[in-house]
């Protein structure tokens, strides 16, 4: 009990001698209670929670973690006797000066020097051997040479290295003998790209080469392409990036060849009459491999993705989602000038189709950037005329969806929209340019809701009338 106010104090919370020894009278009281001669481990924690911890549960679990567990880590005698995969560890400890430590240490690595680099590759092996030794934070933009580690040792770590001797005498030996296991156990194409993403990290070659004969025999077999198309990303990131890690990225490029050889082939027949749920999924995995191909910057993959793209525009039966965000890269890549995007657009957004329809292709041709509508003024008034031509029904129906799209725009976007949408139906595009004082911060703090409005009259198909004047005026006229 005196070391259990001795570690309060430490922390700055209130253990005085009178709270100490009424907590000492309580657990011999409890022990009395309970036919003991003296008091146990439940006794002295219900007296100190109850007594000195106010019946709180926070400062019992720093009593848990500093006194009952403890921080001290116990260490044995260089000669003792250990099984290989642990003396290893140990050797490759002290070479890498990465010490066992109970409390957590933060390790921000740089991959481009030898001794990080062999840290890091130990952590990942270890992390195939399911020894979580370390767990990499999230990337935080610092460049793909940067790793941050969490590092804490945990004692039920030496049991998991005893279990984990079945698969090699070293560190290296298990690692790659594991990843082998779990290779042949993998079924699916996107775990195997997964798993080989993890090898290369690790840096473990024979690995490598047993992963890739079995990528490449199920990506002959798989007829899915939505498993070609998850599979493809993480395989780009070795080709672009693996120089950093002094990896061989040439064992994966053909491999890659196929995979987008294959999925140029087989999404228009996967983008054929699909749903809302379906459409969204298929949005997503068009995204991730445009993203990878744009990584790559292969021309030949950027040729024959485009051309892909083209047939998904032009197809007849297709999720107006997948339409518009196919579109969208069409312009962005040069193939459309703004002319063809904005008849596309106005075929998109005709009466004779479904309003749904039309307004997931805007979703798809919008979603992310609004900076295409400040700086163009035909396909502004291709929306406009759209929006204004919908009946109230239509219109209230279609509002969800519309504020979907829009809400993936900036603030900066939307407030600039809103702008426009004050000015009237006038604006053409670069005027966006030549915004006034209307937009400083000054005019922010005088008229708050003026920020509001112009938002609410793009969303609701509205105009605002004059600038200090904060009415609206409904679409058909009327205030």
């Not at 919370?13 to 409890?30: C, G, Q, T």
């Not at 066992?100 to 952590?123: C, G, H």
């Not at 965000?325 to 004779?352: F, H, K, P, Q, V």
Request: with cysteine.
């Amino acid at each position: 009990m005196i070391k259990v106010a001795q570690l309060l104090r430490e922390e700055g919370l209130d253990a005085s001698s009178a709270n100490l020894i009424d907590a000492v009278r309580l657990a011999e009281s409890l022990a009395g209670l309970r036919d003991r001669s003296f008091p146990g481990l439940s006794e002295l924690n219900e007296a100190t929670q109850t007594v000195l911890c106010f019946g709180s549960d926070l400062p019992m679990g720093l009593i848990h973690d500093k006194l009952i567990v403890g921080e001290c880590l116990g260490s044995v005698p260089d000669e003792t006797e250990m099984v290989p995969l642990q003396r290893d560890l140990q050797r490759l400890q002290k070479r890498l000066r990465m010490p066992q430590e109970v409390t957590e240490k933060l390790y921000e690595l740089d991959l481009r020097k030898e001794n990080d680099l062999a840290r890091s590759q130990l952590l990942h092996r270890l992390n195939l051997l399911a020894i979580p030794w370390g767990i990499l934070s999230q990337k935080t933009g610092q460049g793909t040479f940067k790793e941050k580690w969490r590092v804490r040792w945990q004692p039920e770590f030496a049991v998991k290295l005893i279990e984990a001797g079945i698969w090699g005498n070293t560190i290296l030996d298990a690692a790659t003998a594991s990843s082998r296991n779990l290779a042949e156990k993998i079924p699916e194409l996107p775990g195997l790209t997964r798993l080989l993403d993890l090898v290369l990290l690790a840096d473990l070659p024979d690995a490598v080469g047993y992963i890739m004969n079995r990528l490449q025999a199920e990506a002959a077999l798989t007829r899915d392409v939505t498993y070609l198309m998850a599979a493809l990303p993480p395989l780009a990131n070795v080709l672009r990036y693996g120089n950093i890690r002094k990896i061989d990225s040439n064992i994966v490029r053909h491999v890659v060849d196929g995979l987008v050889a294959r999925i140029c082939i087989g999404l228009p027949g996967c983008c054929y009459s699909l749903d809302d749920d379906a459409a969204s999924n298929m949005y997503q995995l068009c995204h991730q491999v445009n993203s990878a191909i744009s990584l790559l910057q292969n021309e030949y993959y950027k040729t024959a993705w485009q051309k892909v793209l083209t047939q998904l525009v032009n197809m007849p039966i297709i999720h107006g989602l997948l339409s518009g965000y196919s579109c969208r890269l069409l312009l962005d890549g040069n193939i459309w000038d703004t002319e063809e995007a904005s008849r596309r657009m106005g075929l998109a957004l005709s009466l004779t189709n479904e309003p749904t329809q039309s307004a997931a292709w805007v979703e798809g041709f919008l979603k992310g950037s609004g900076l295409l509508l400040l700086h163009d003024g035909k396909l502004w008034q291709v929306l406009d005329s759209w929006v204004t031509q919908l009946n109230e029904d239509t219109f209230t129906t279609l509002l969800p969806l519309l504020r979907r799209t829009f809400s993936t725009f900036s603030l900066g976007e939307r407030h600039q929209i809103g702008v426009q949408v004050r000015r009237g139906d006038t604006a053409q595009a670069g005027d966006m340019a030549e915004i006034d004082l209307e937009c400083n911060a000054s005019d922010r703090h005088r008229h708050p809701p003026n920020l509001v409005l112009p938002i609410l009259a793009q969303l609701l198909g509205l105009v605002q009338v004059g600038r200090n004047n904060p009415s609206v005026v409904s679409r058909g006229g009327g205030e």
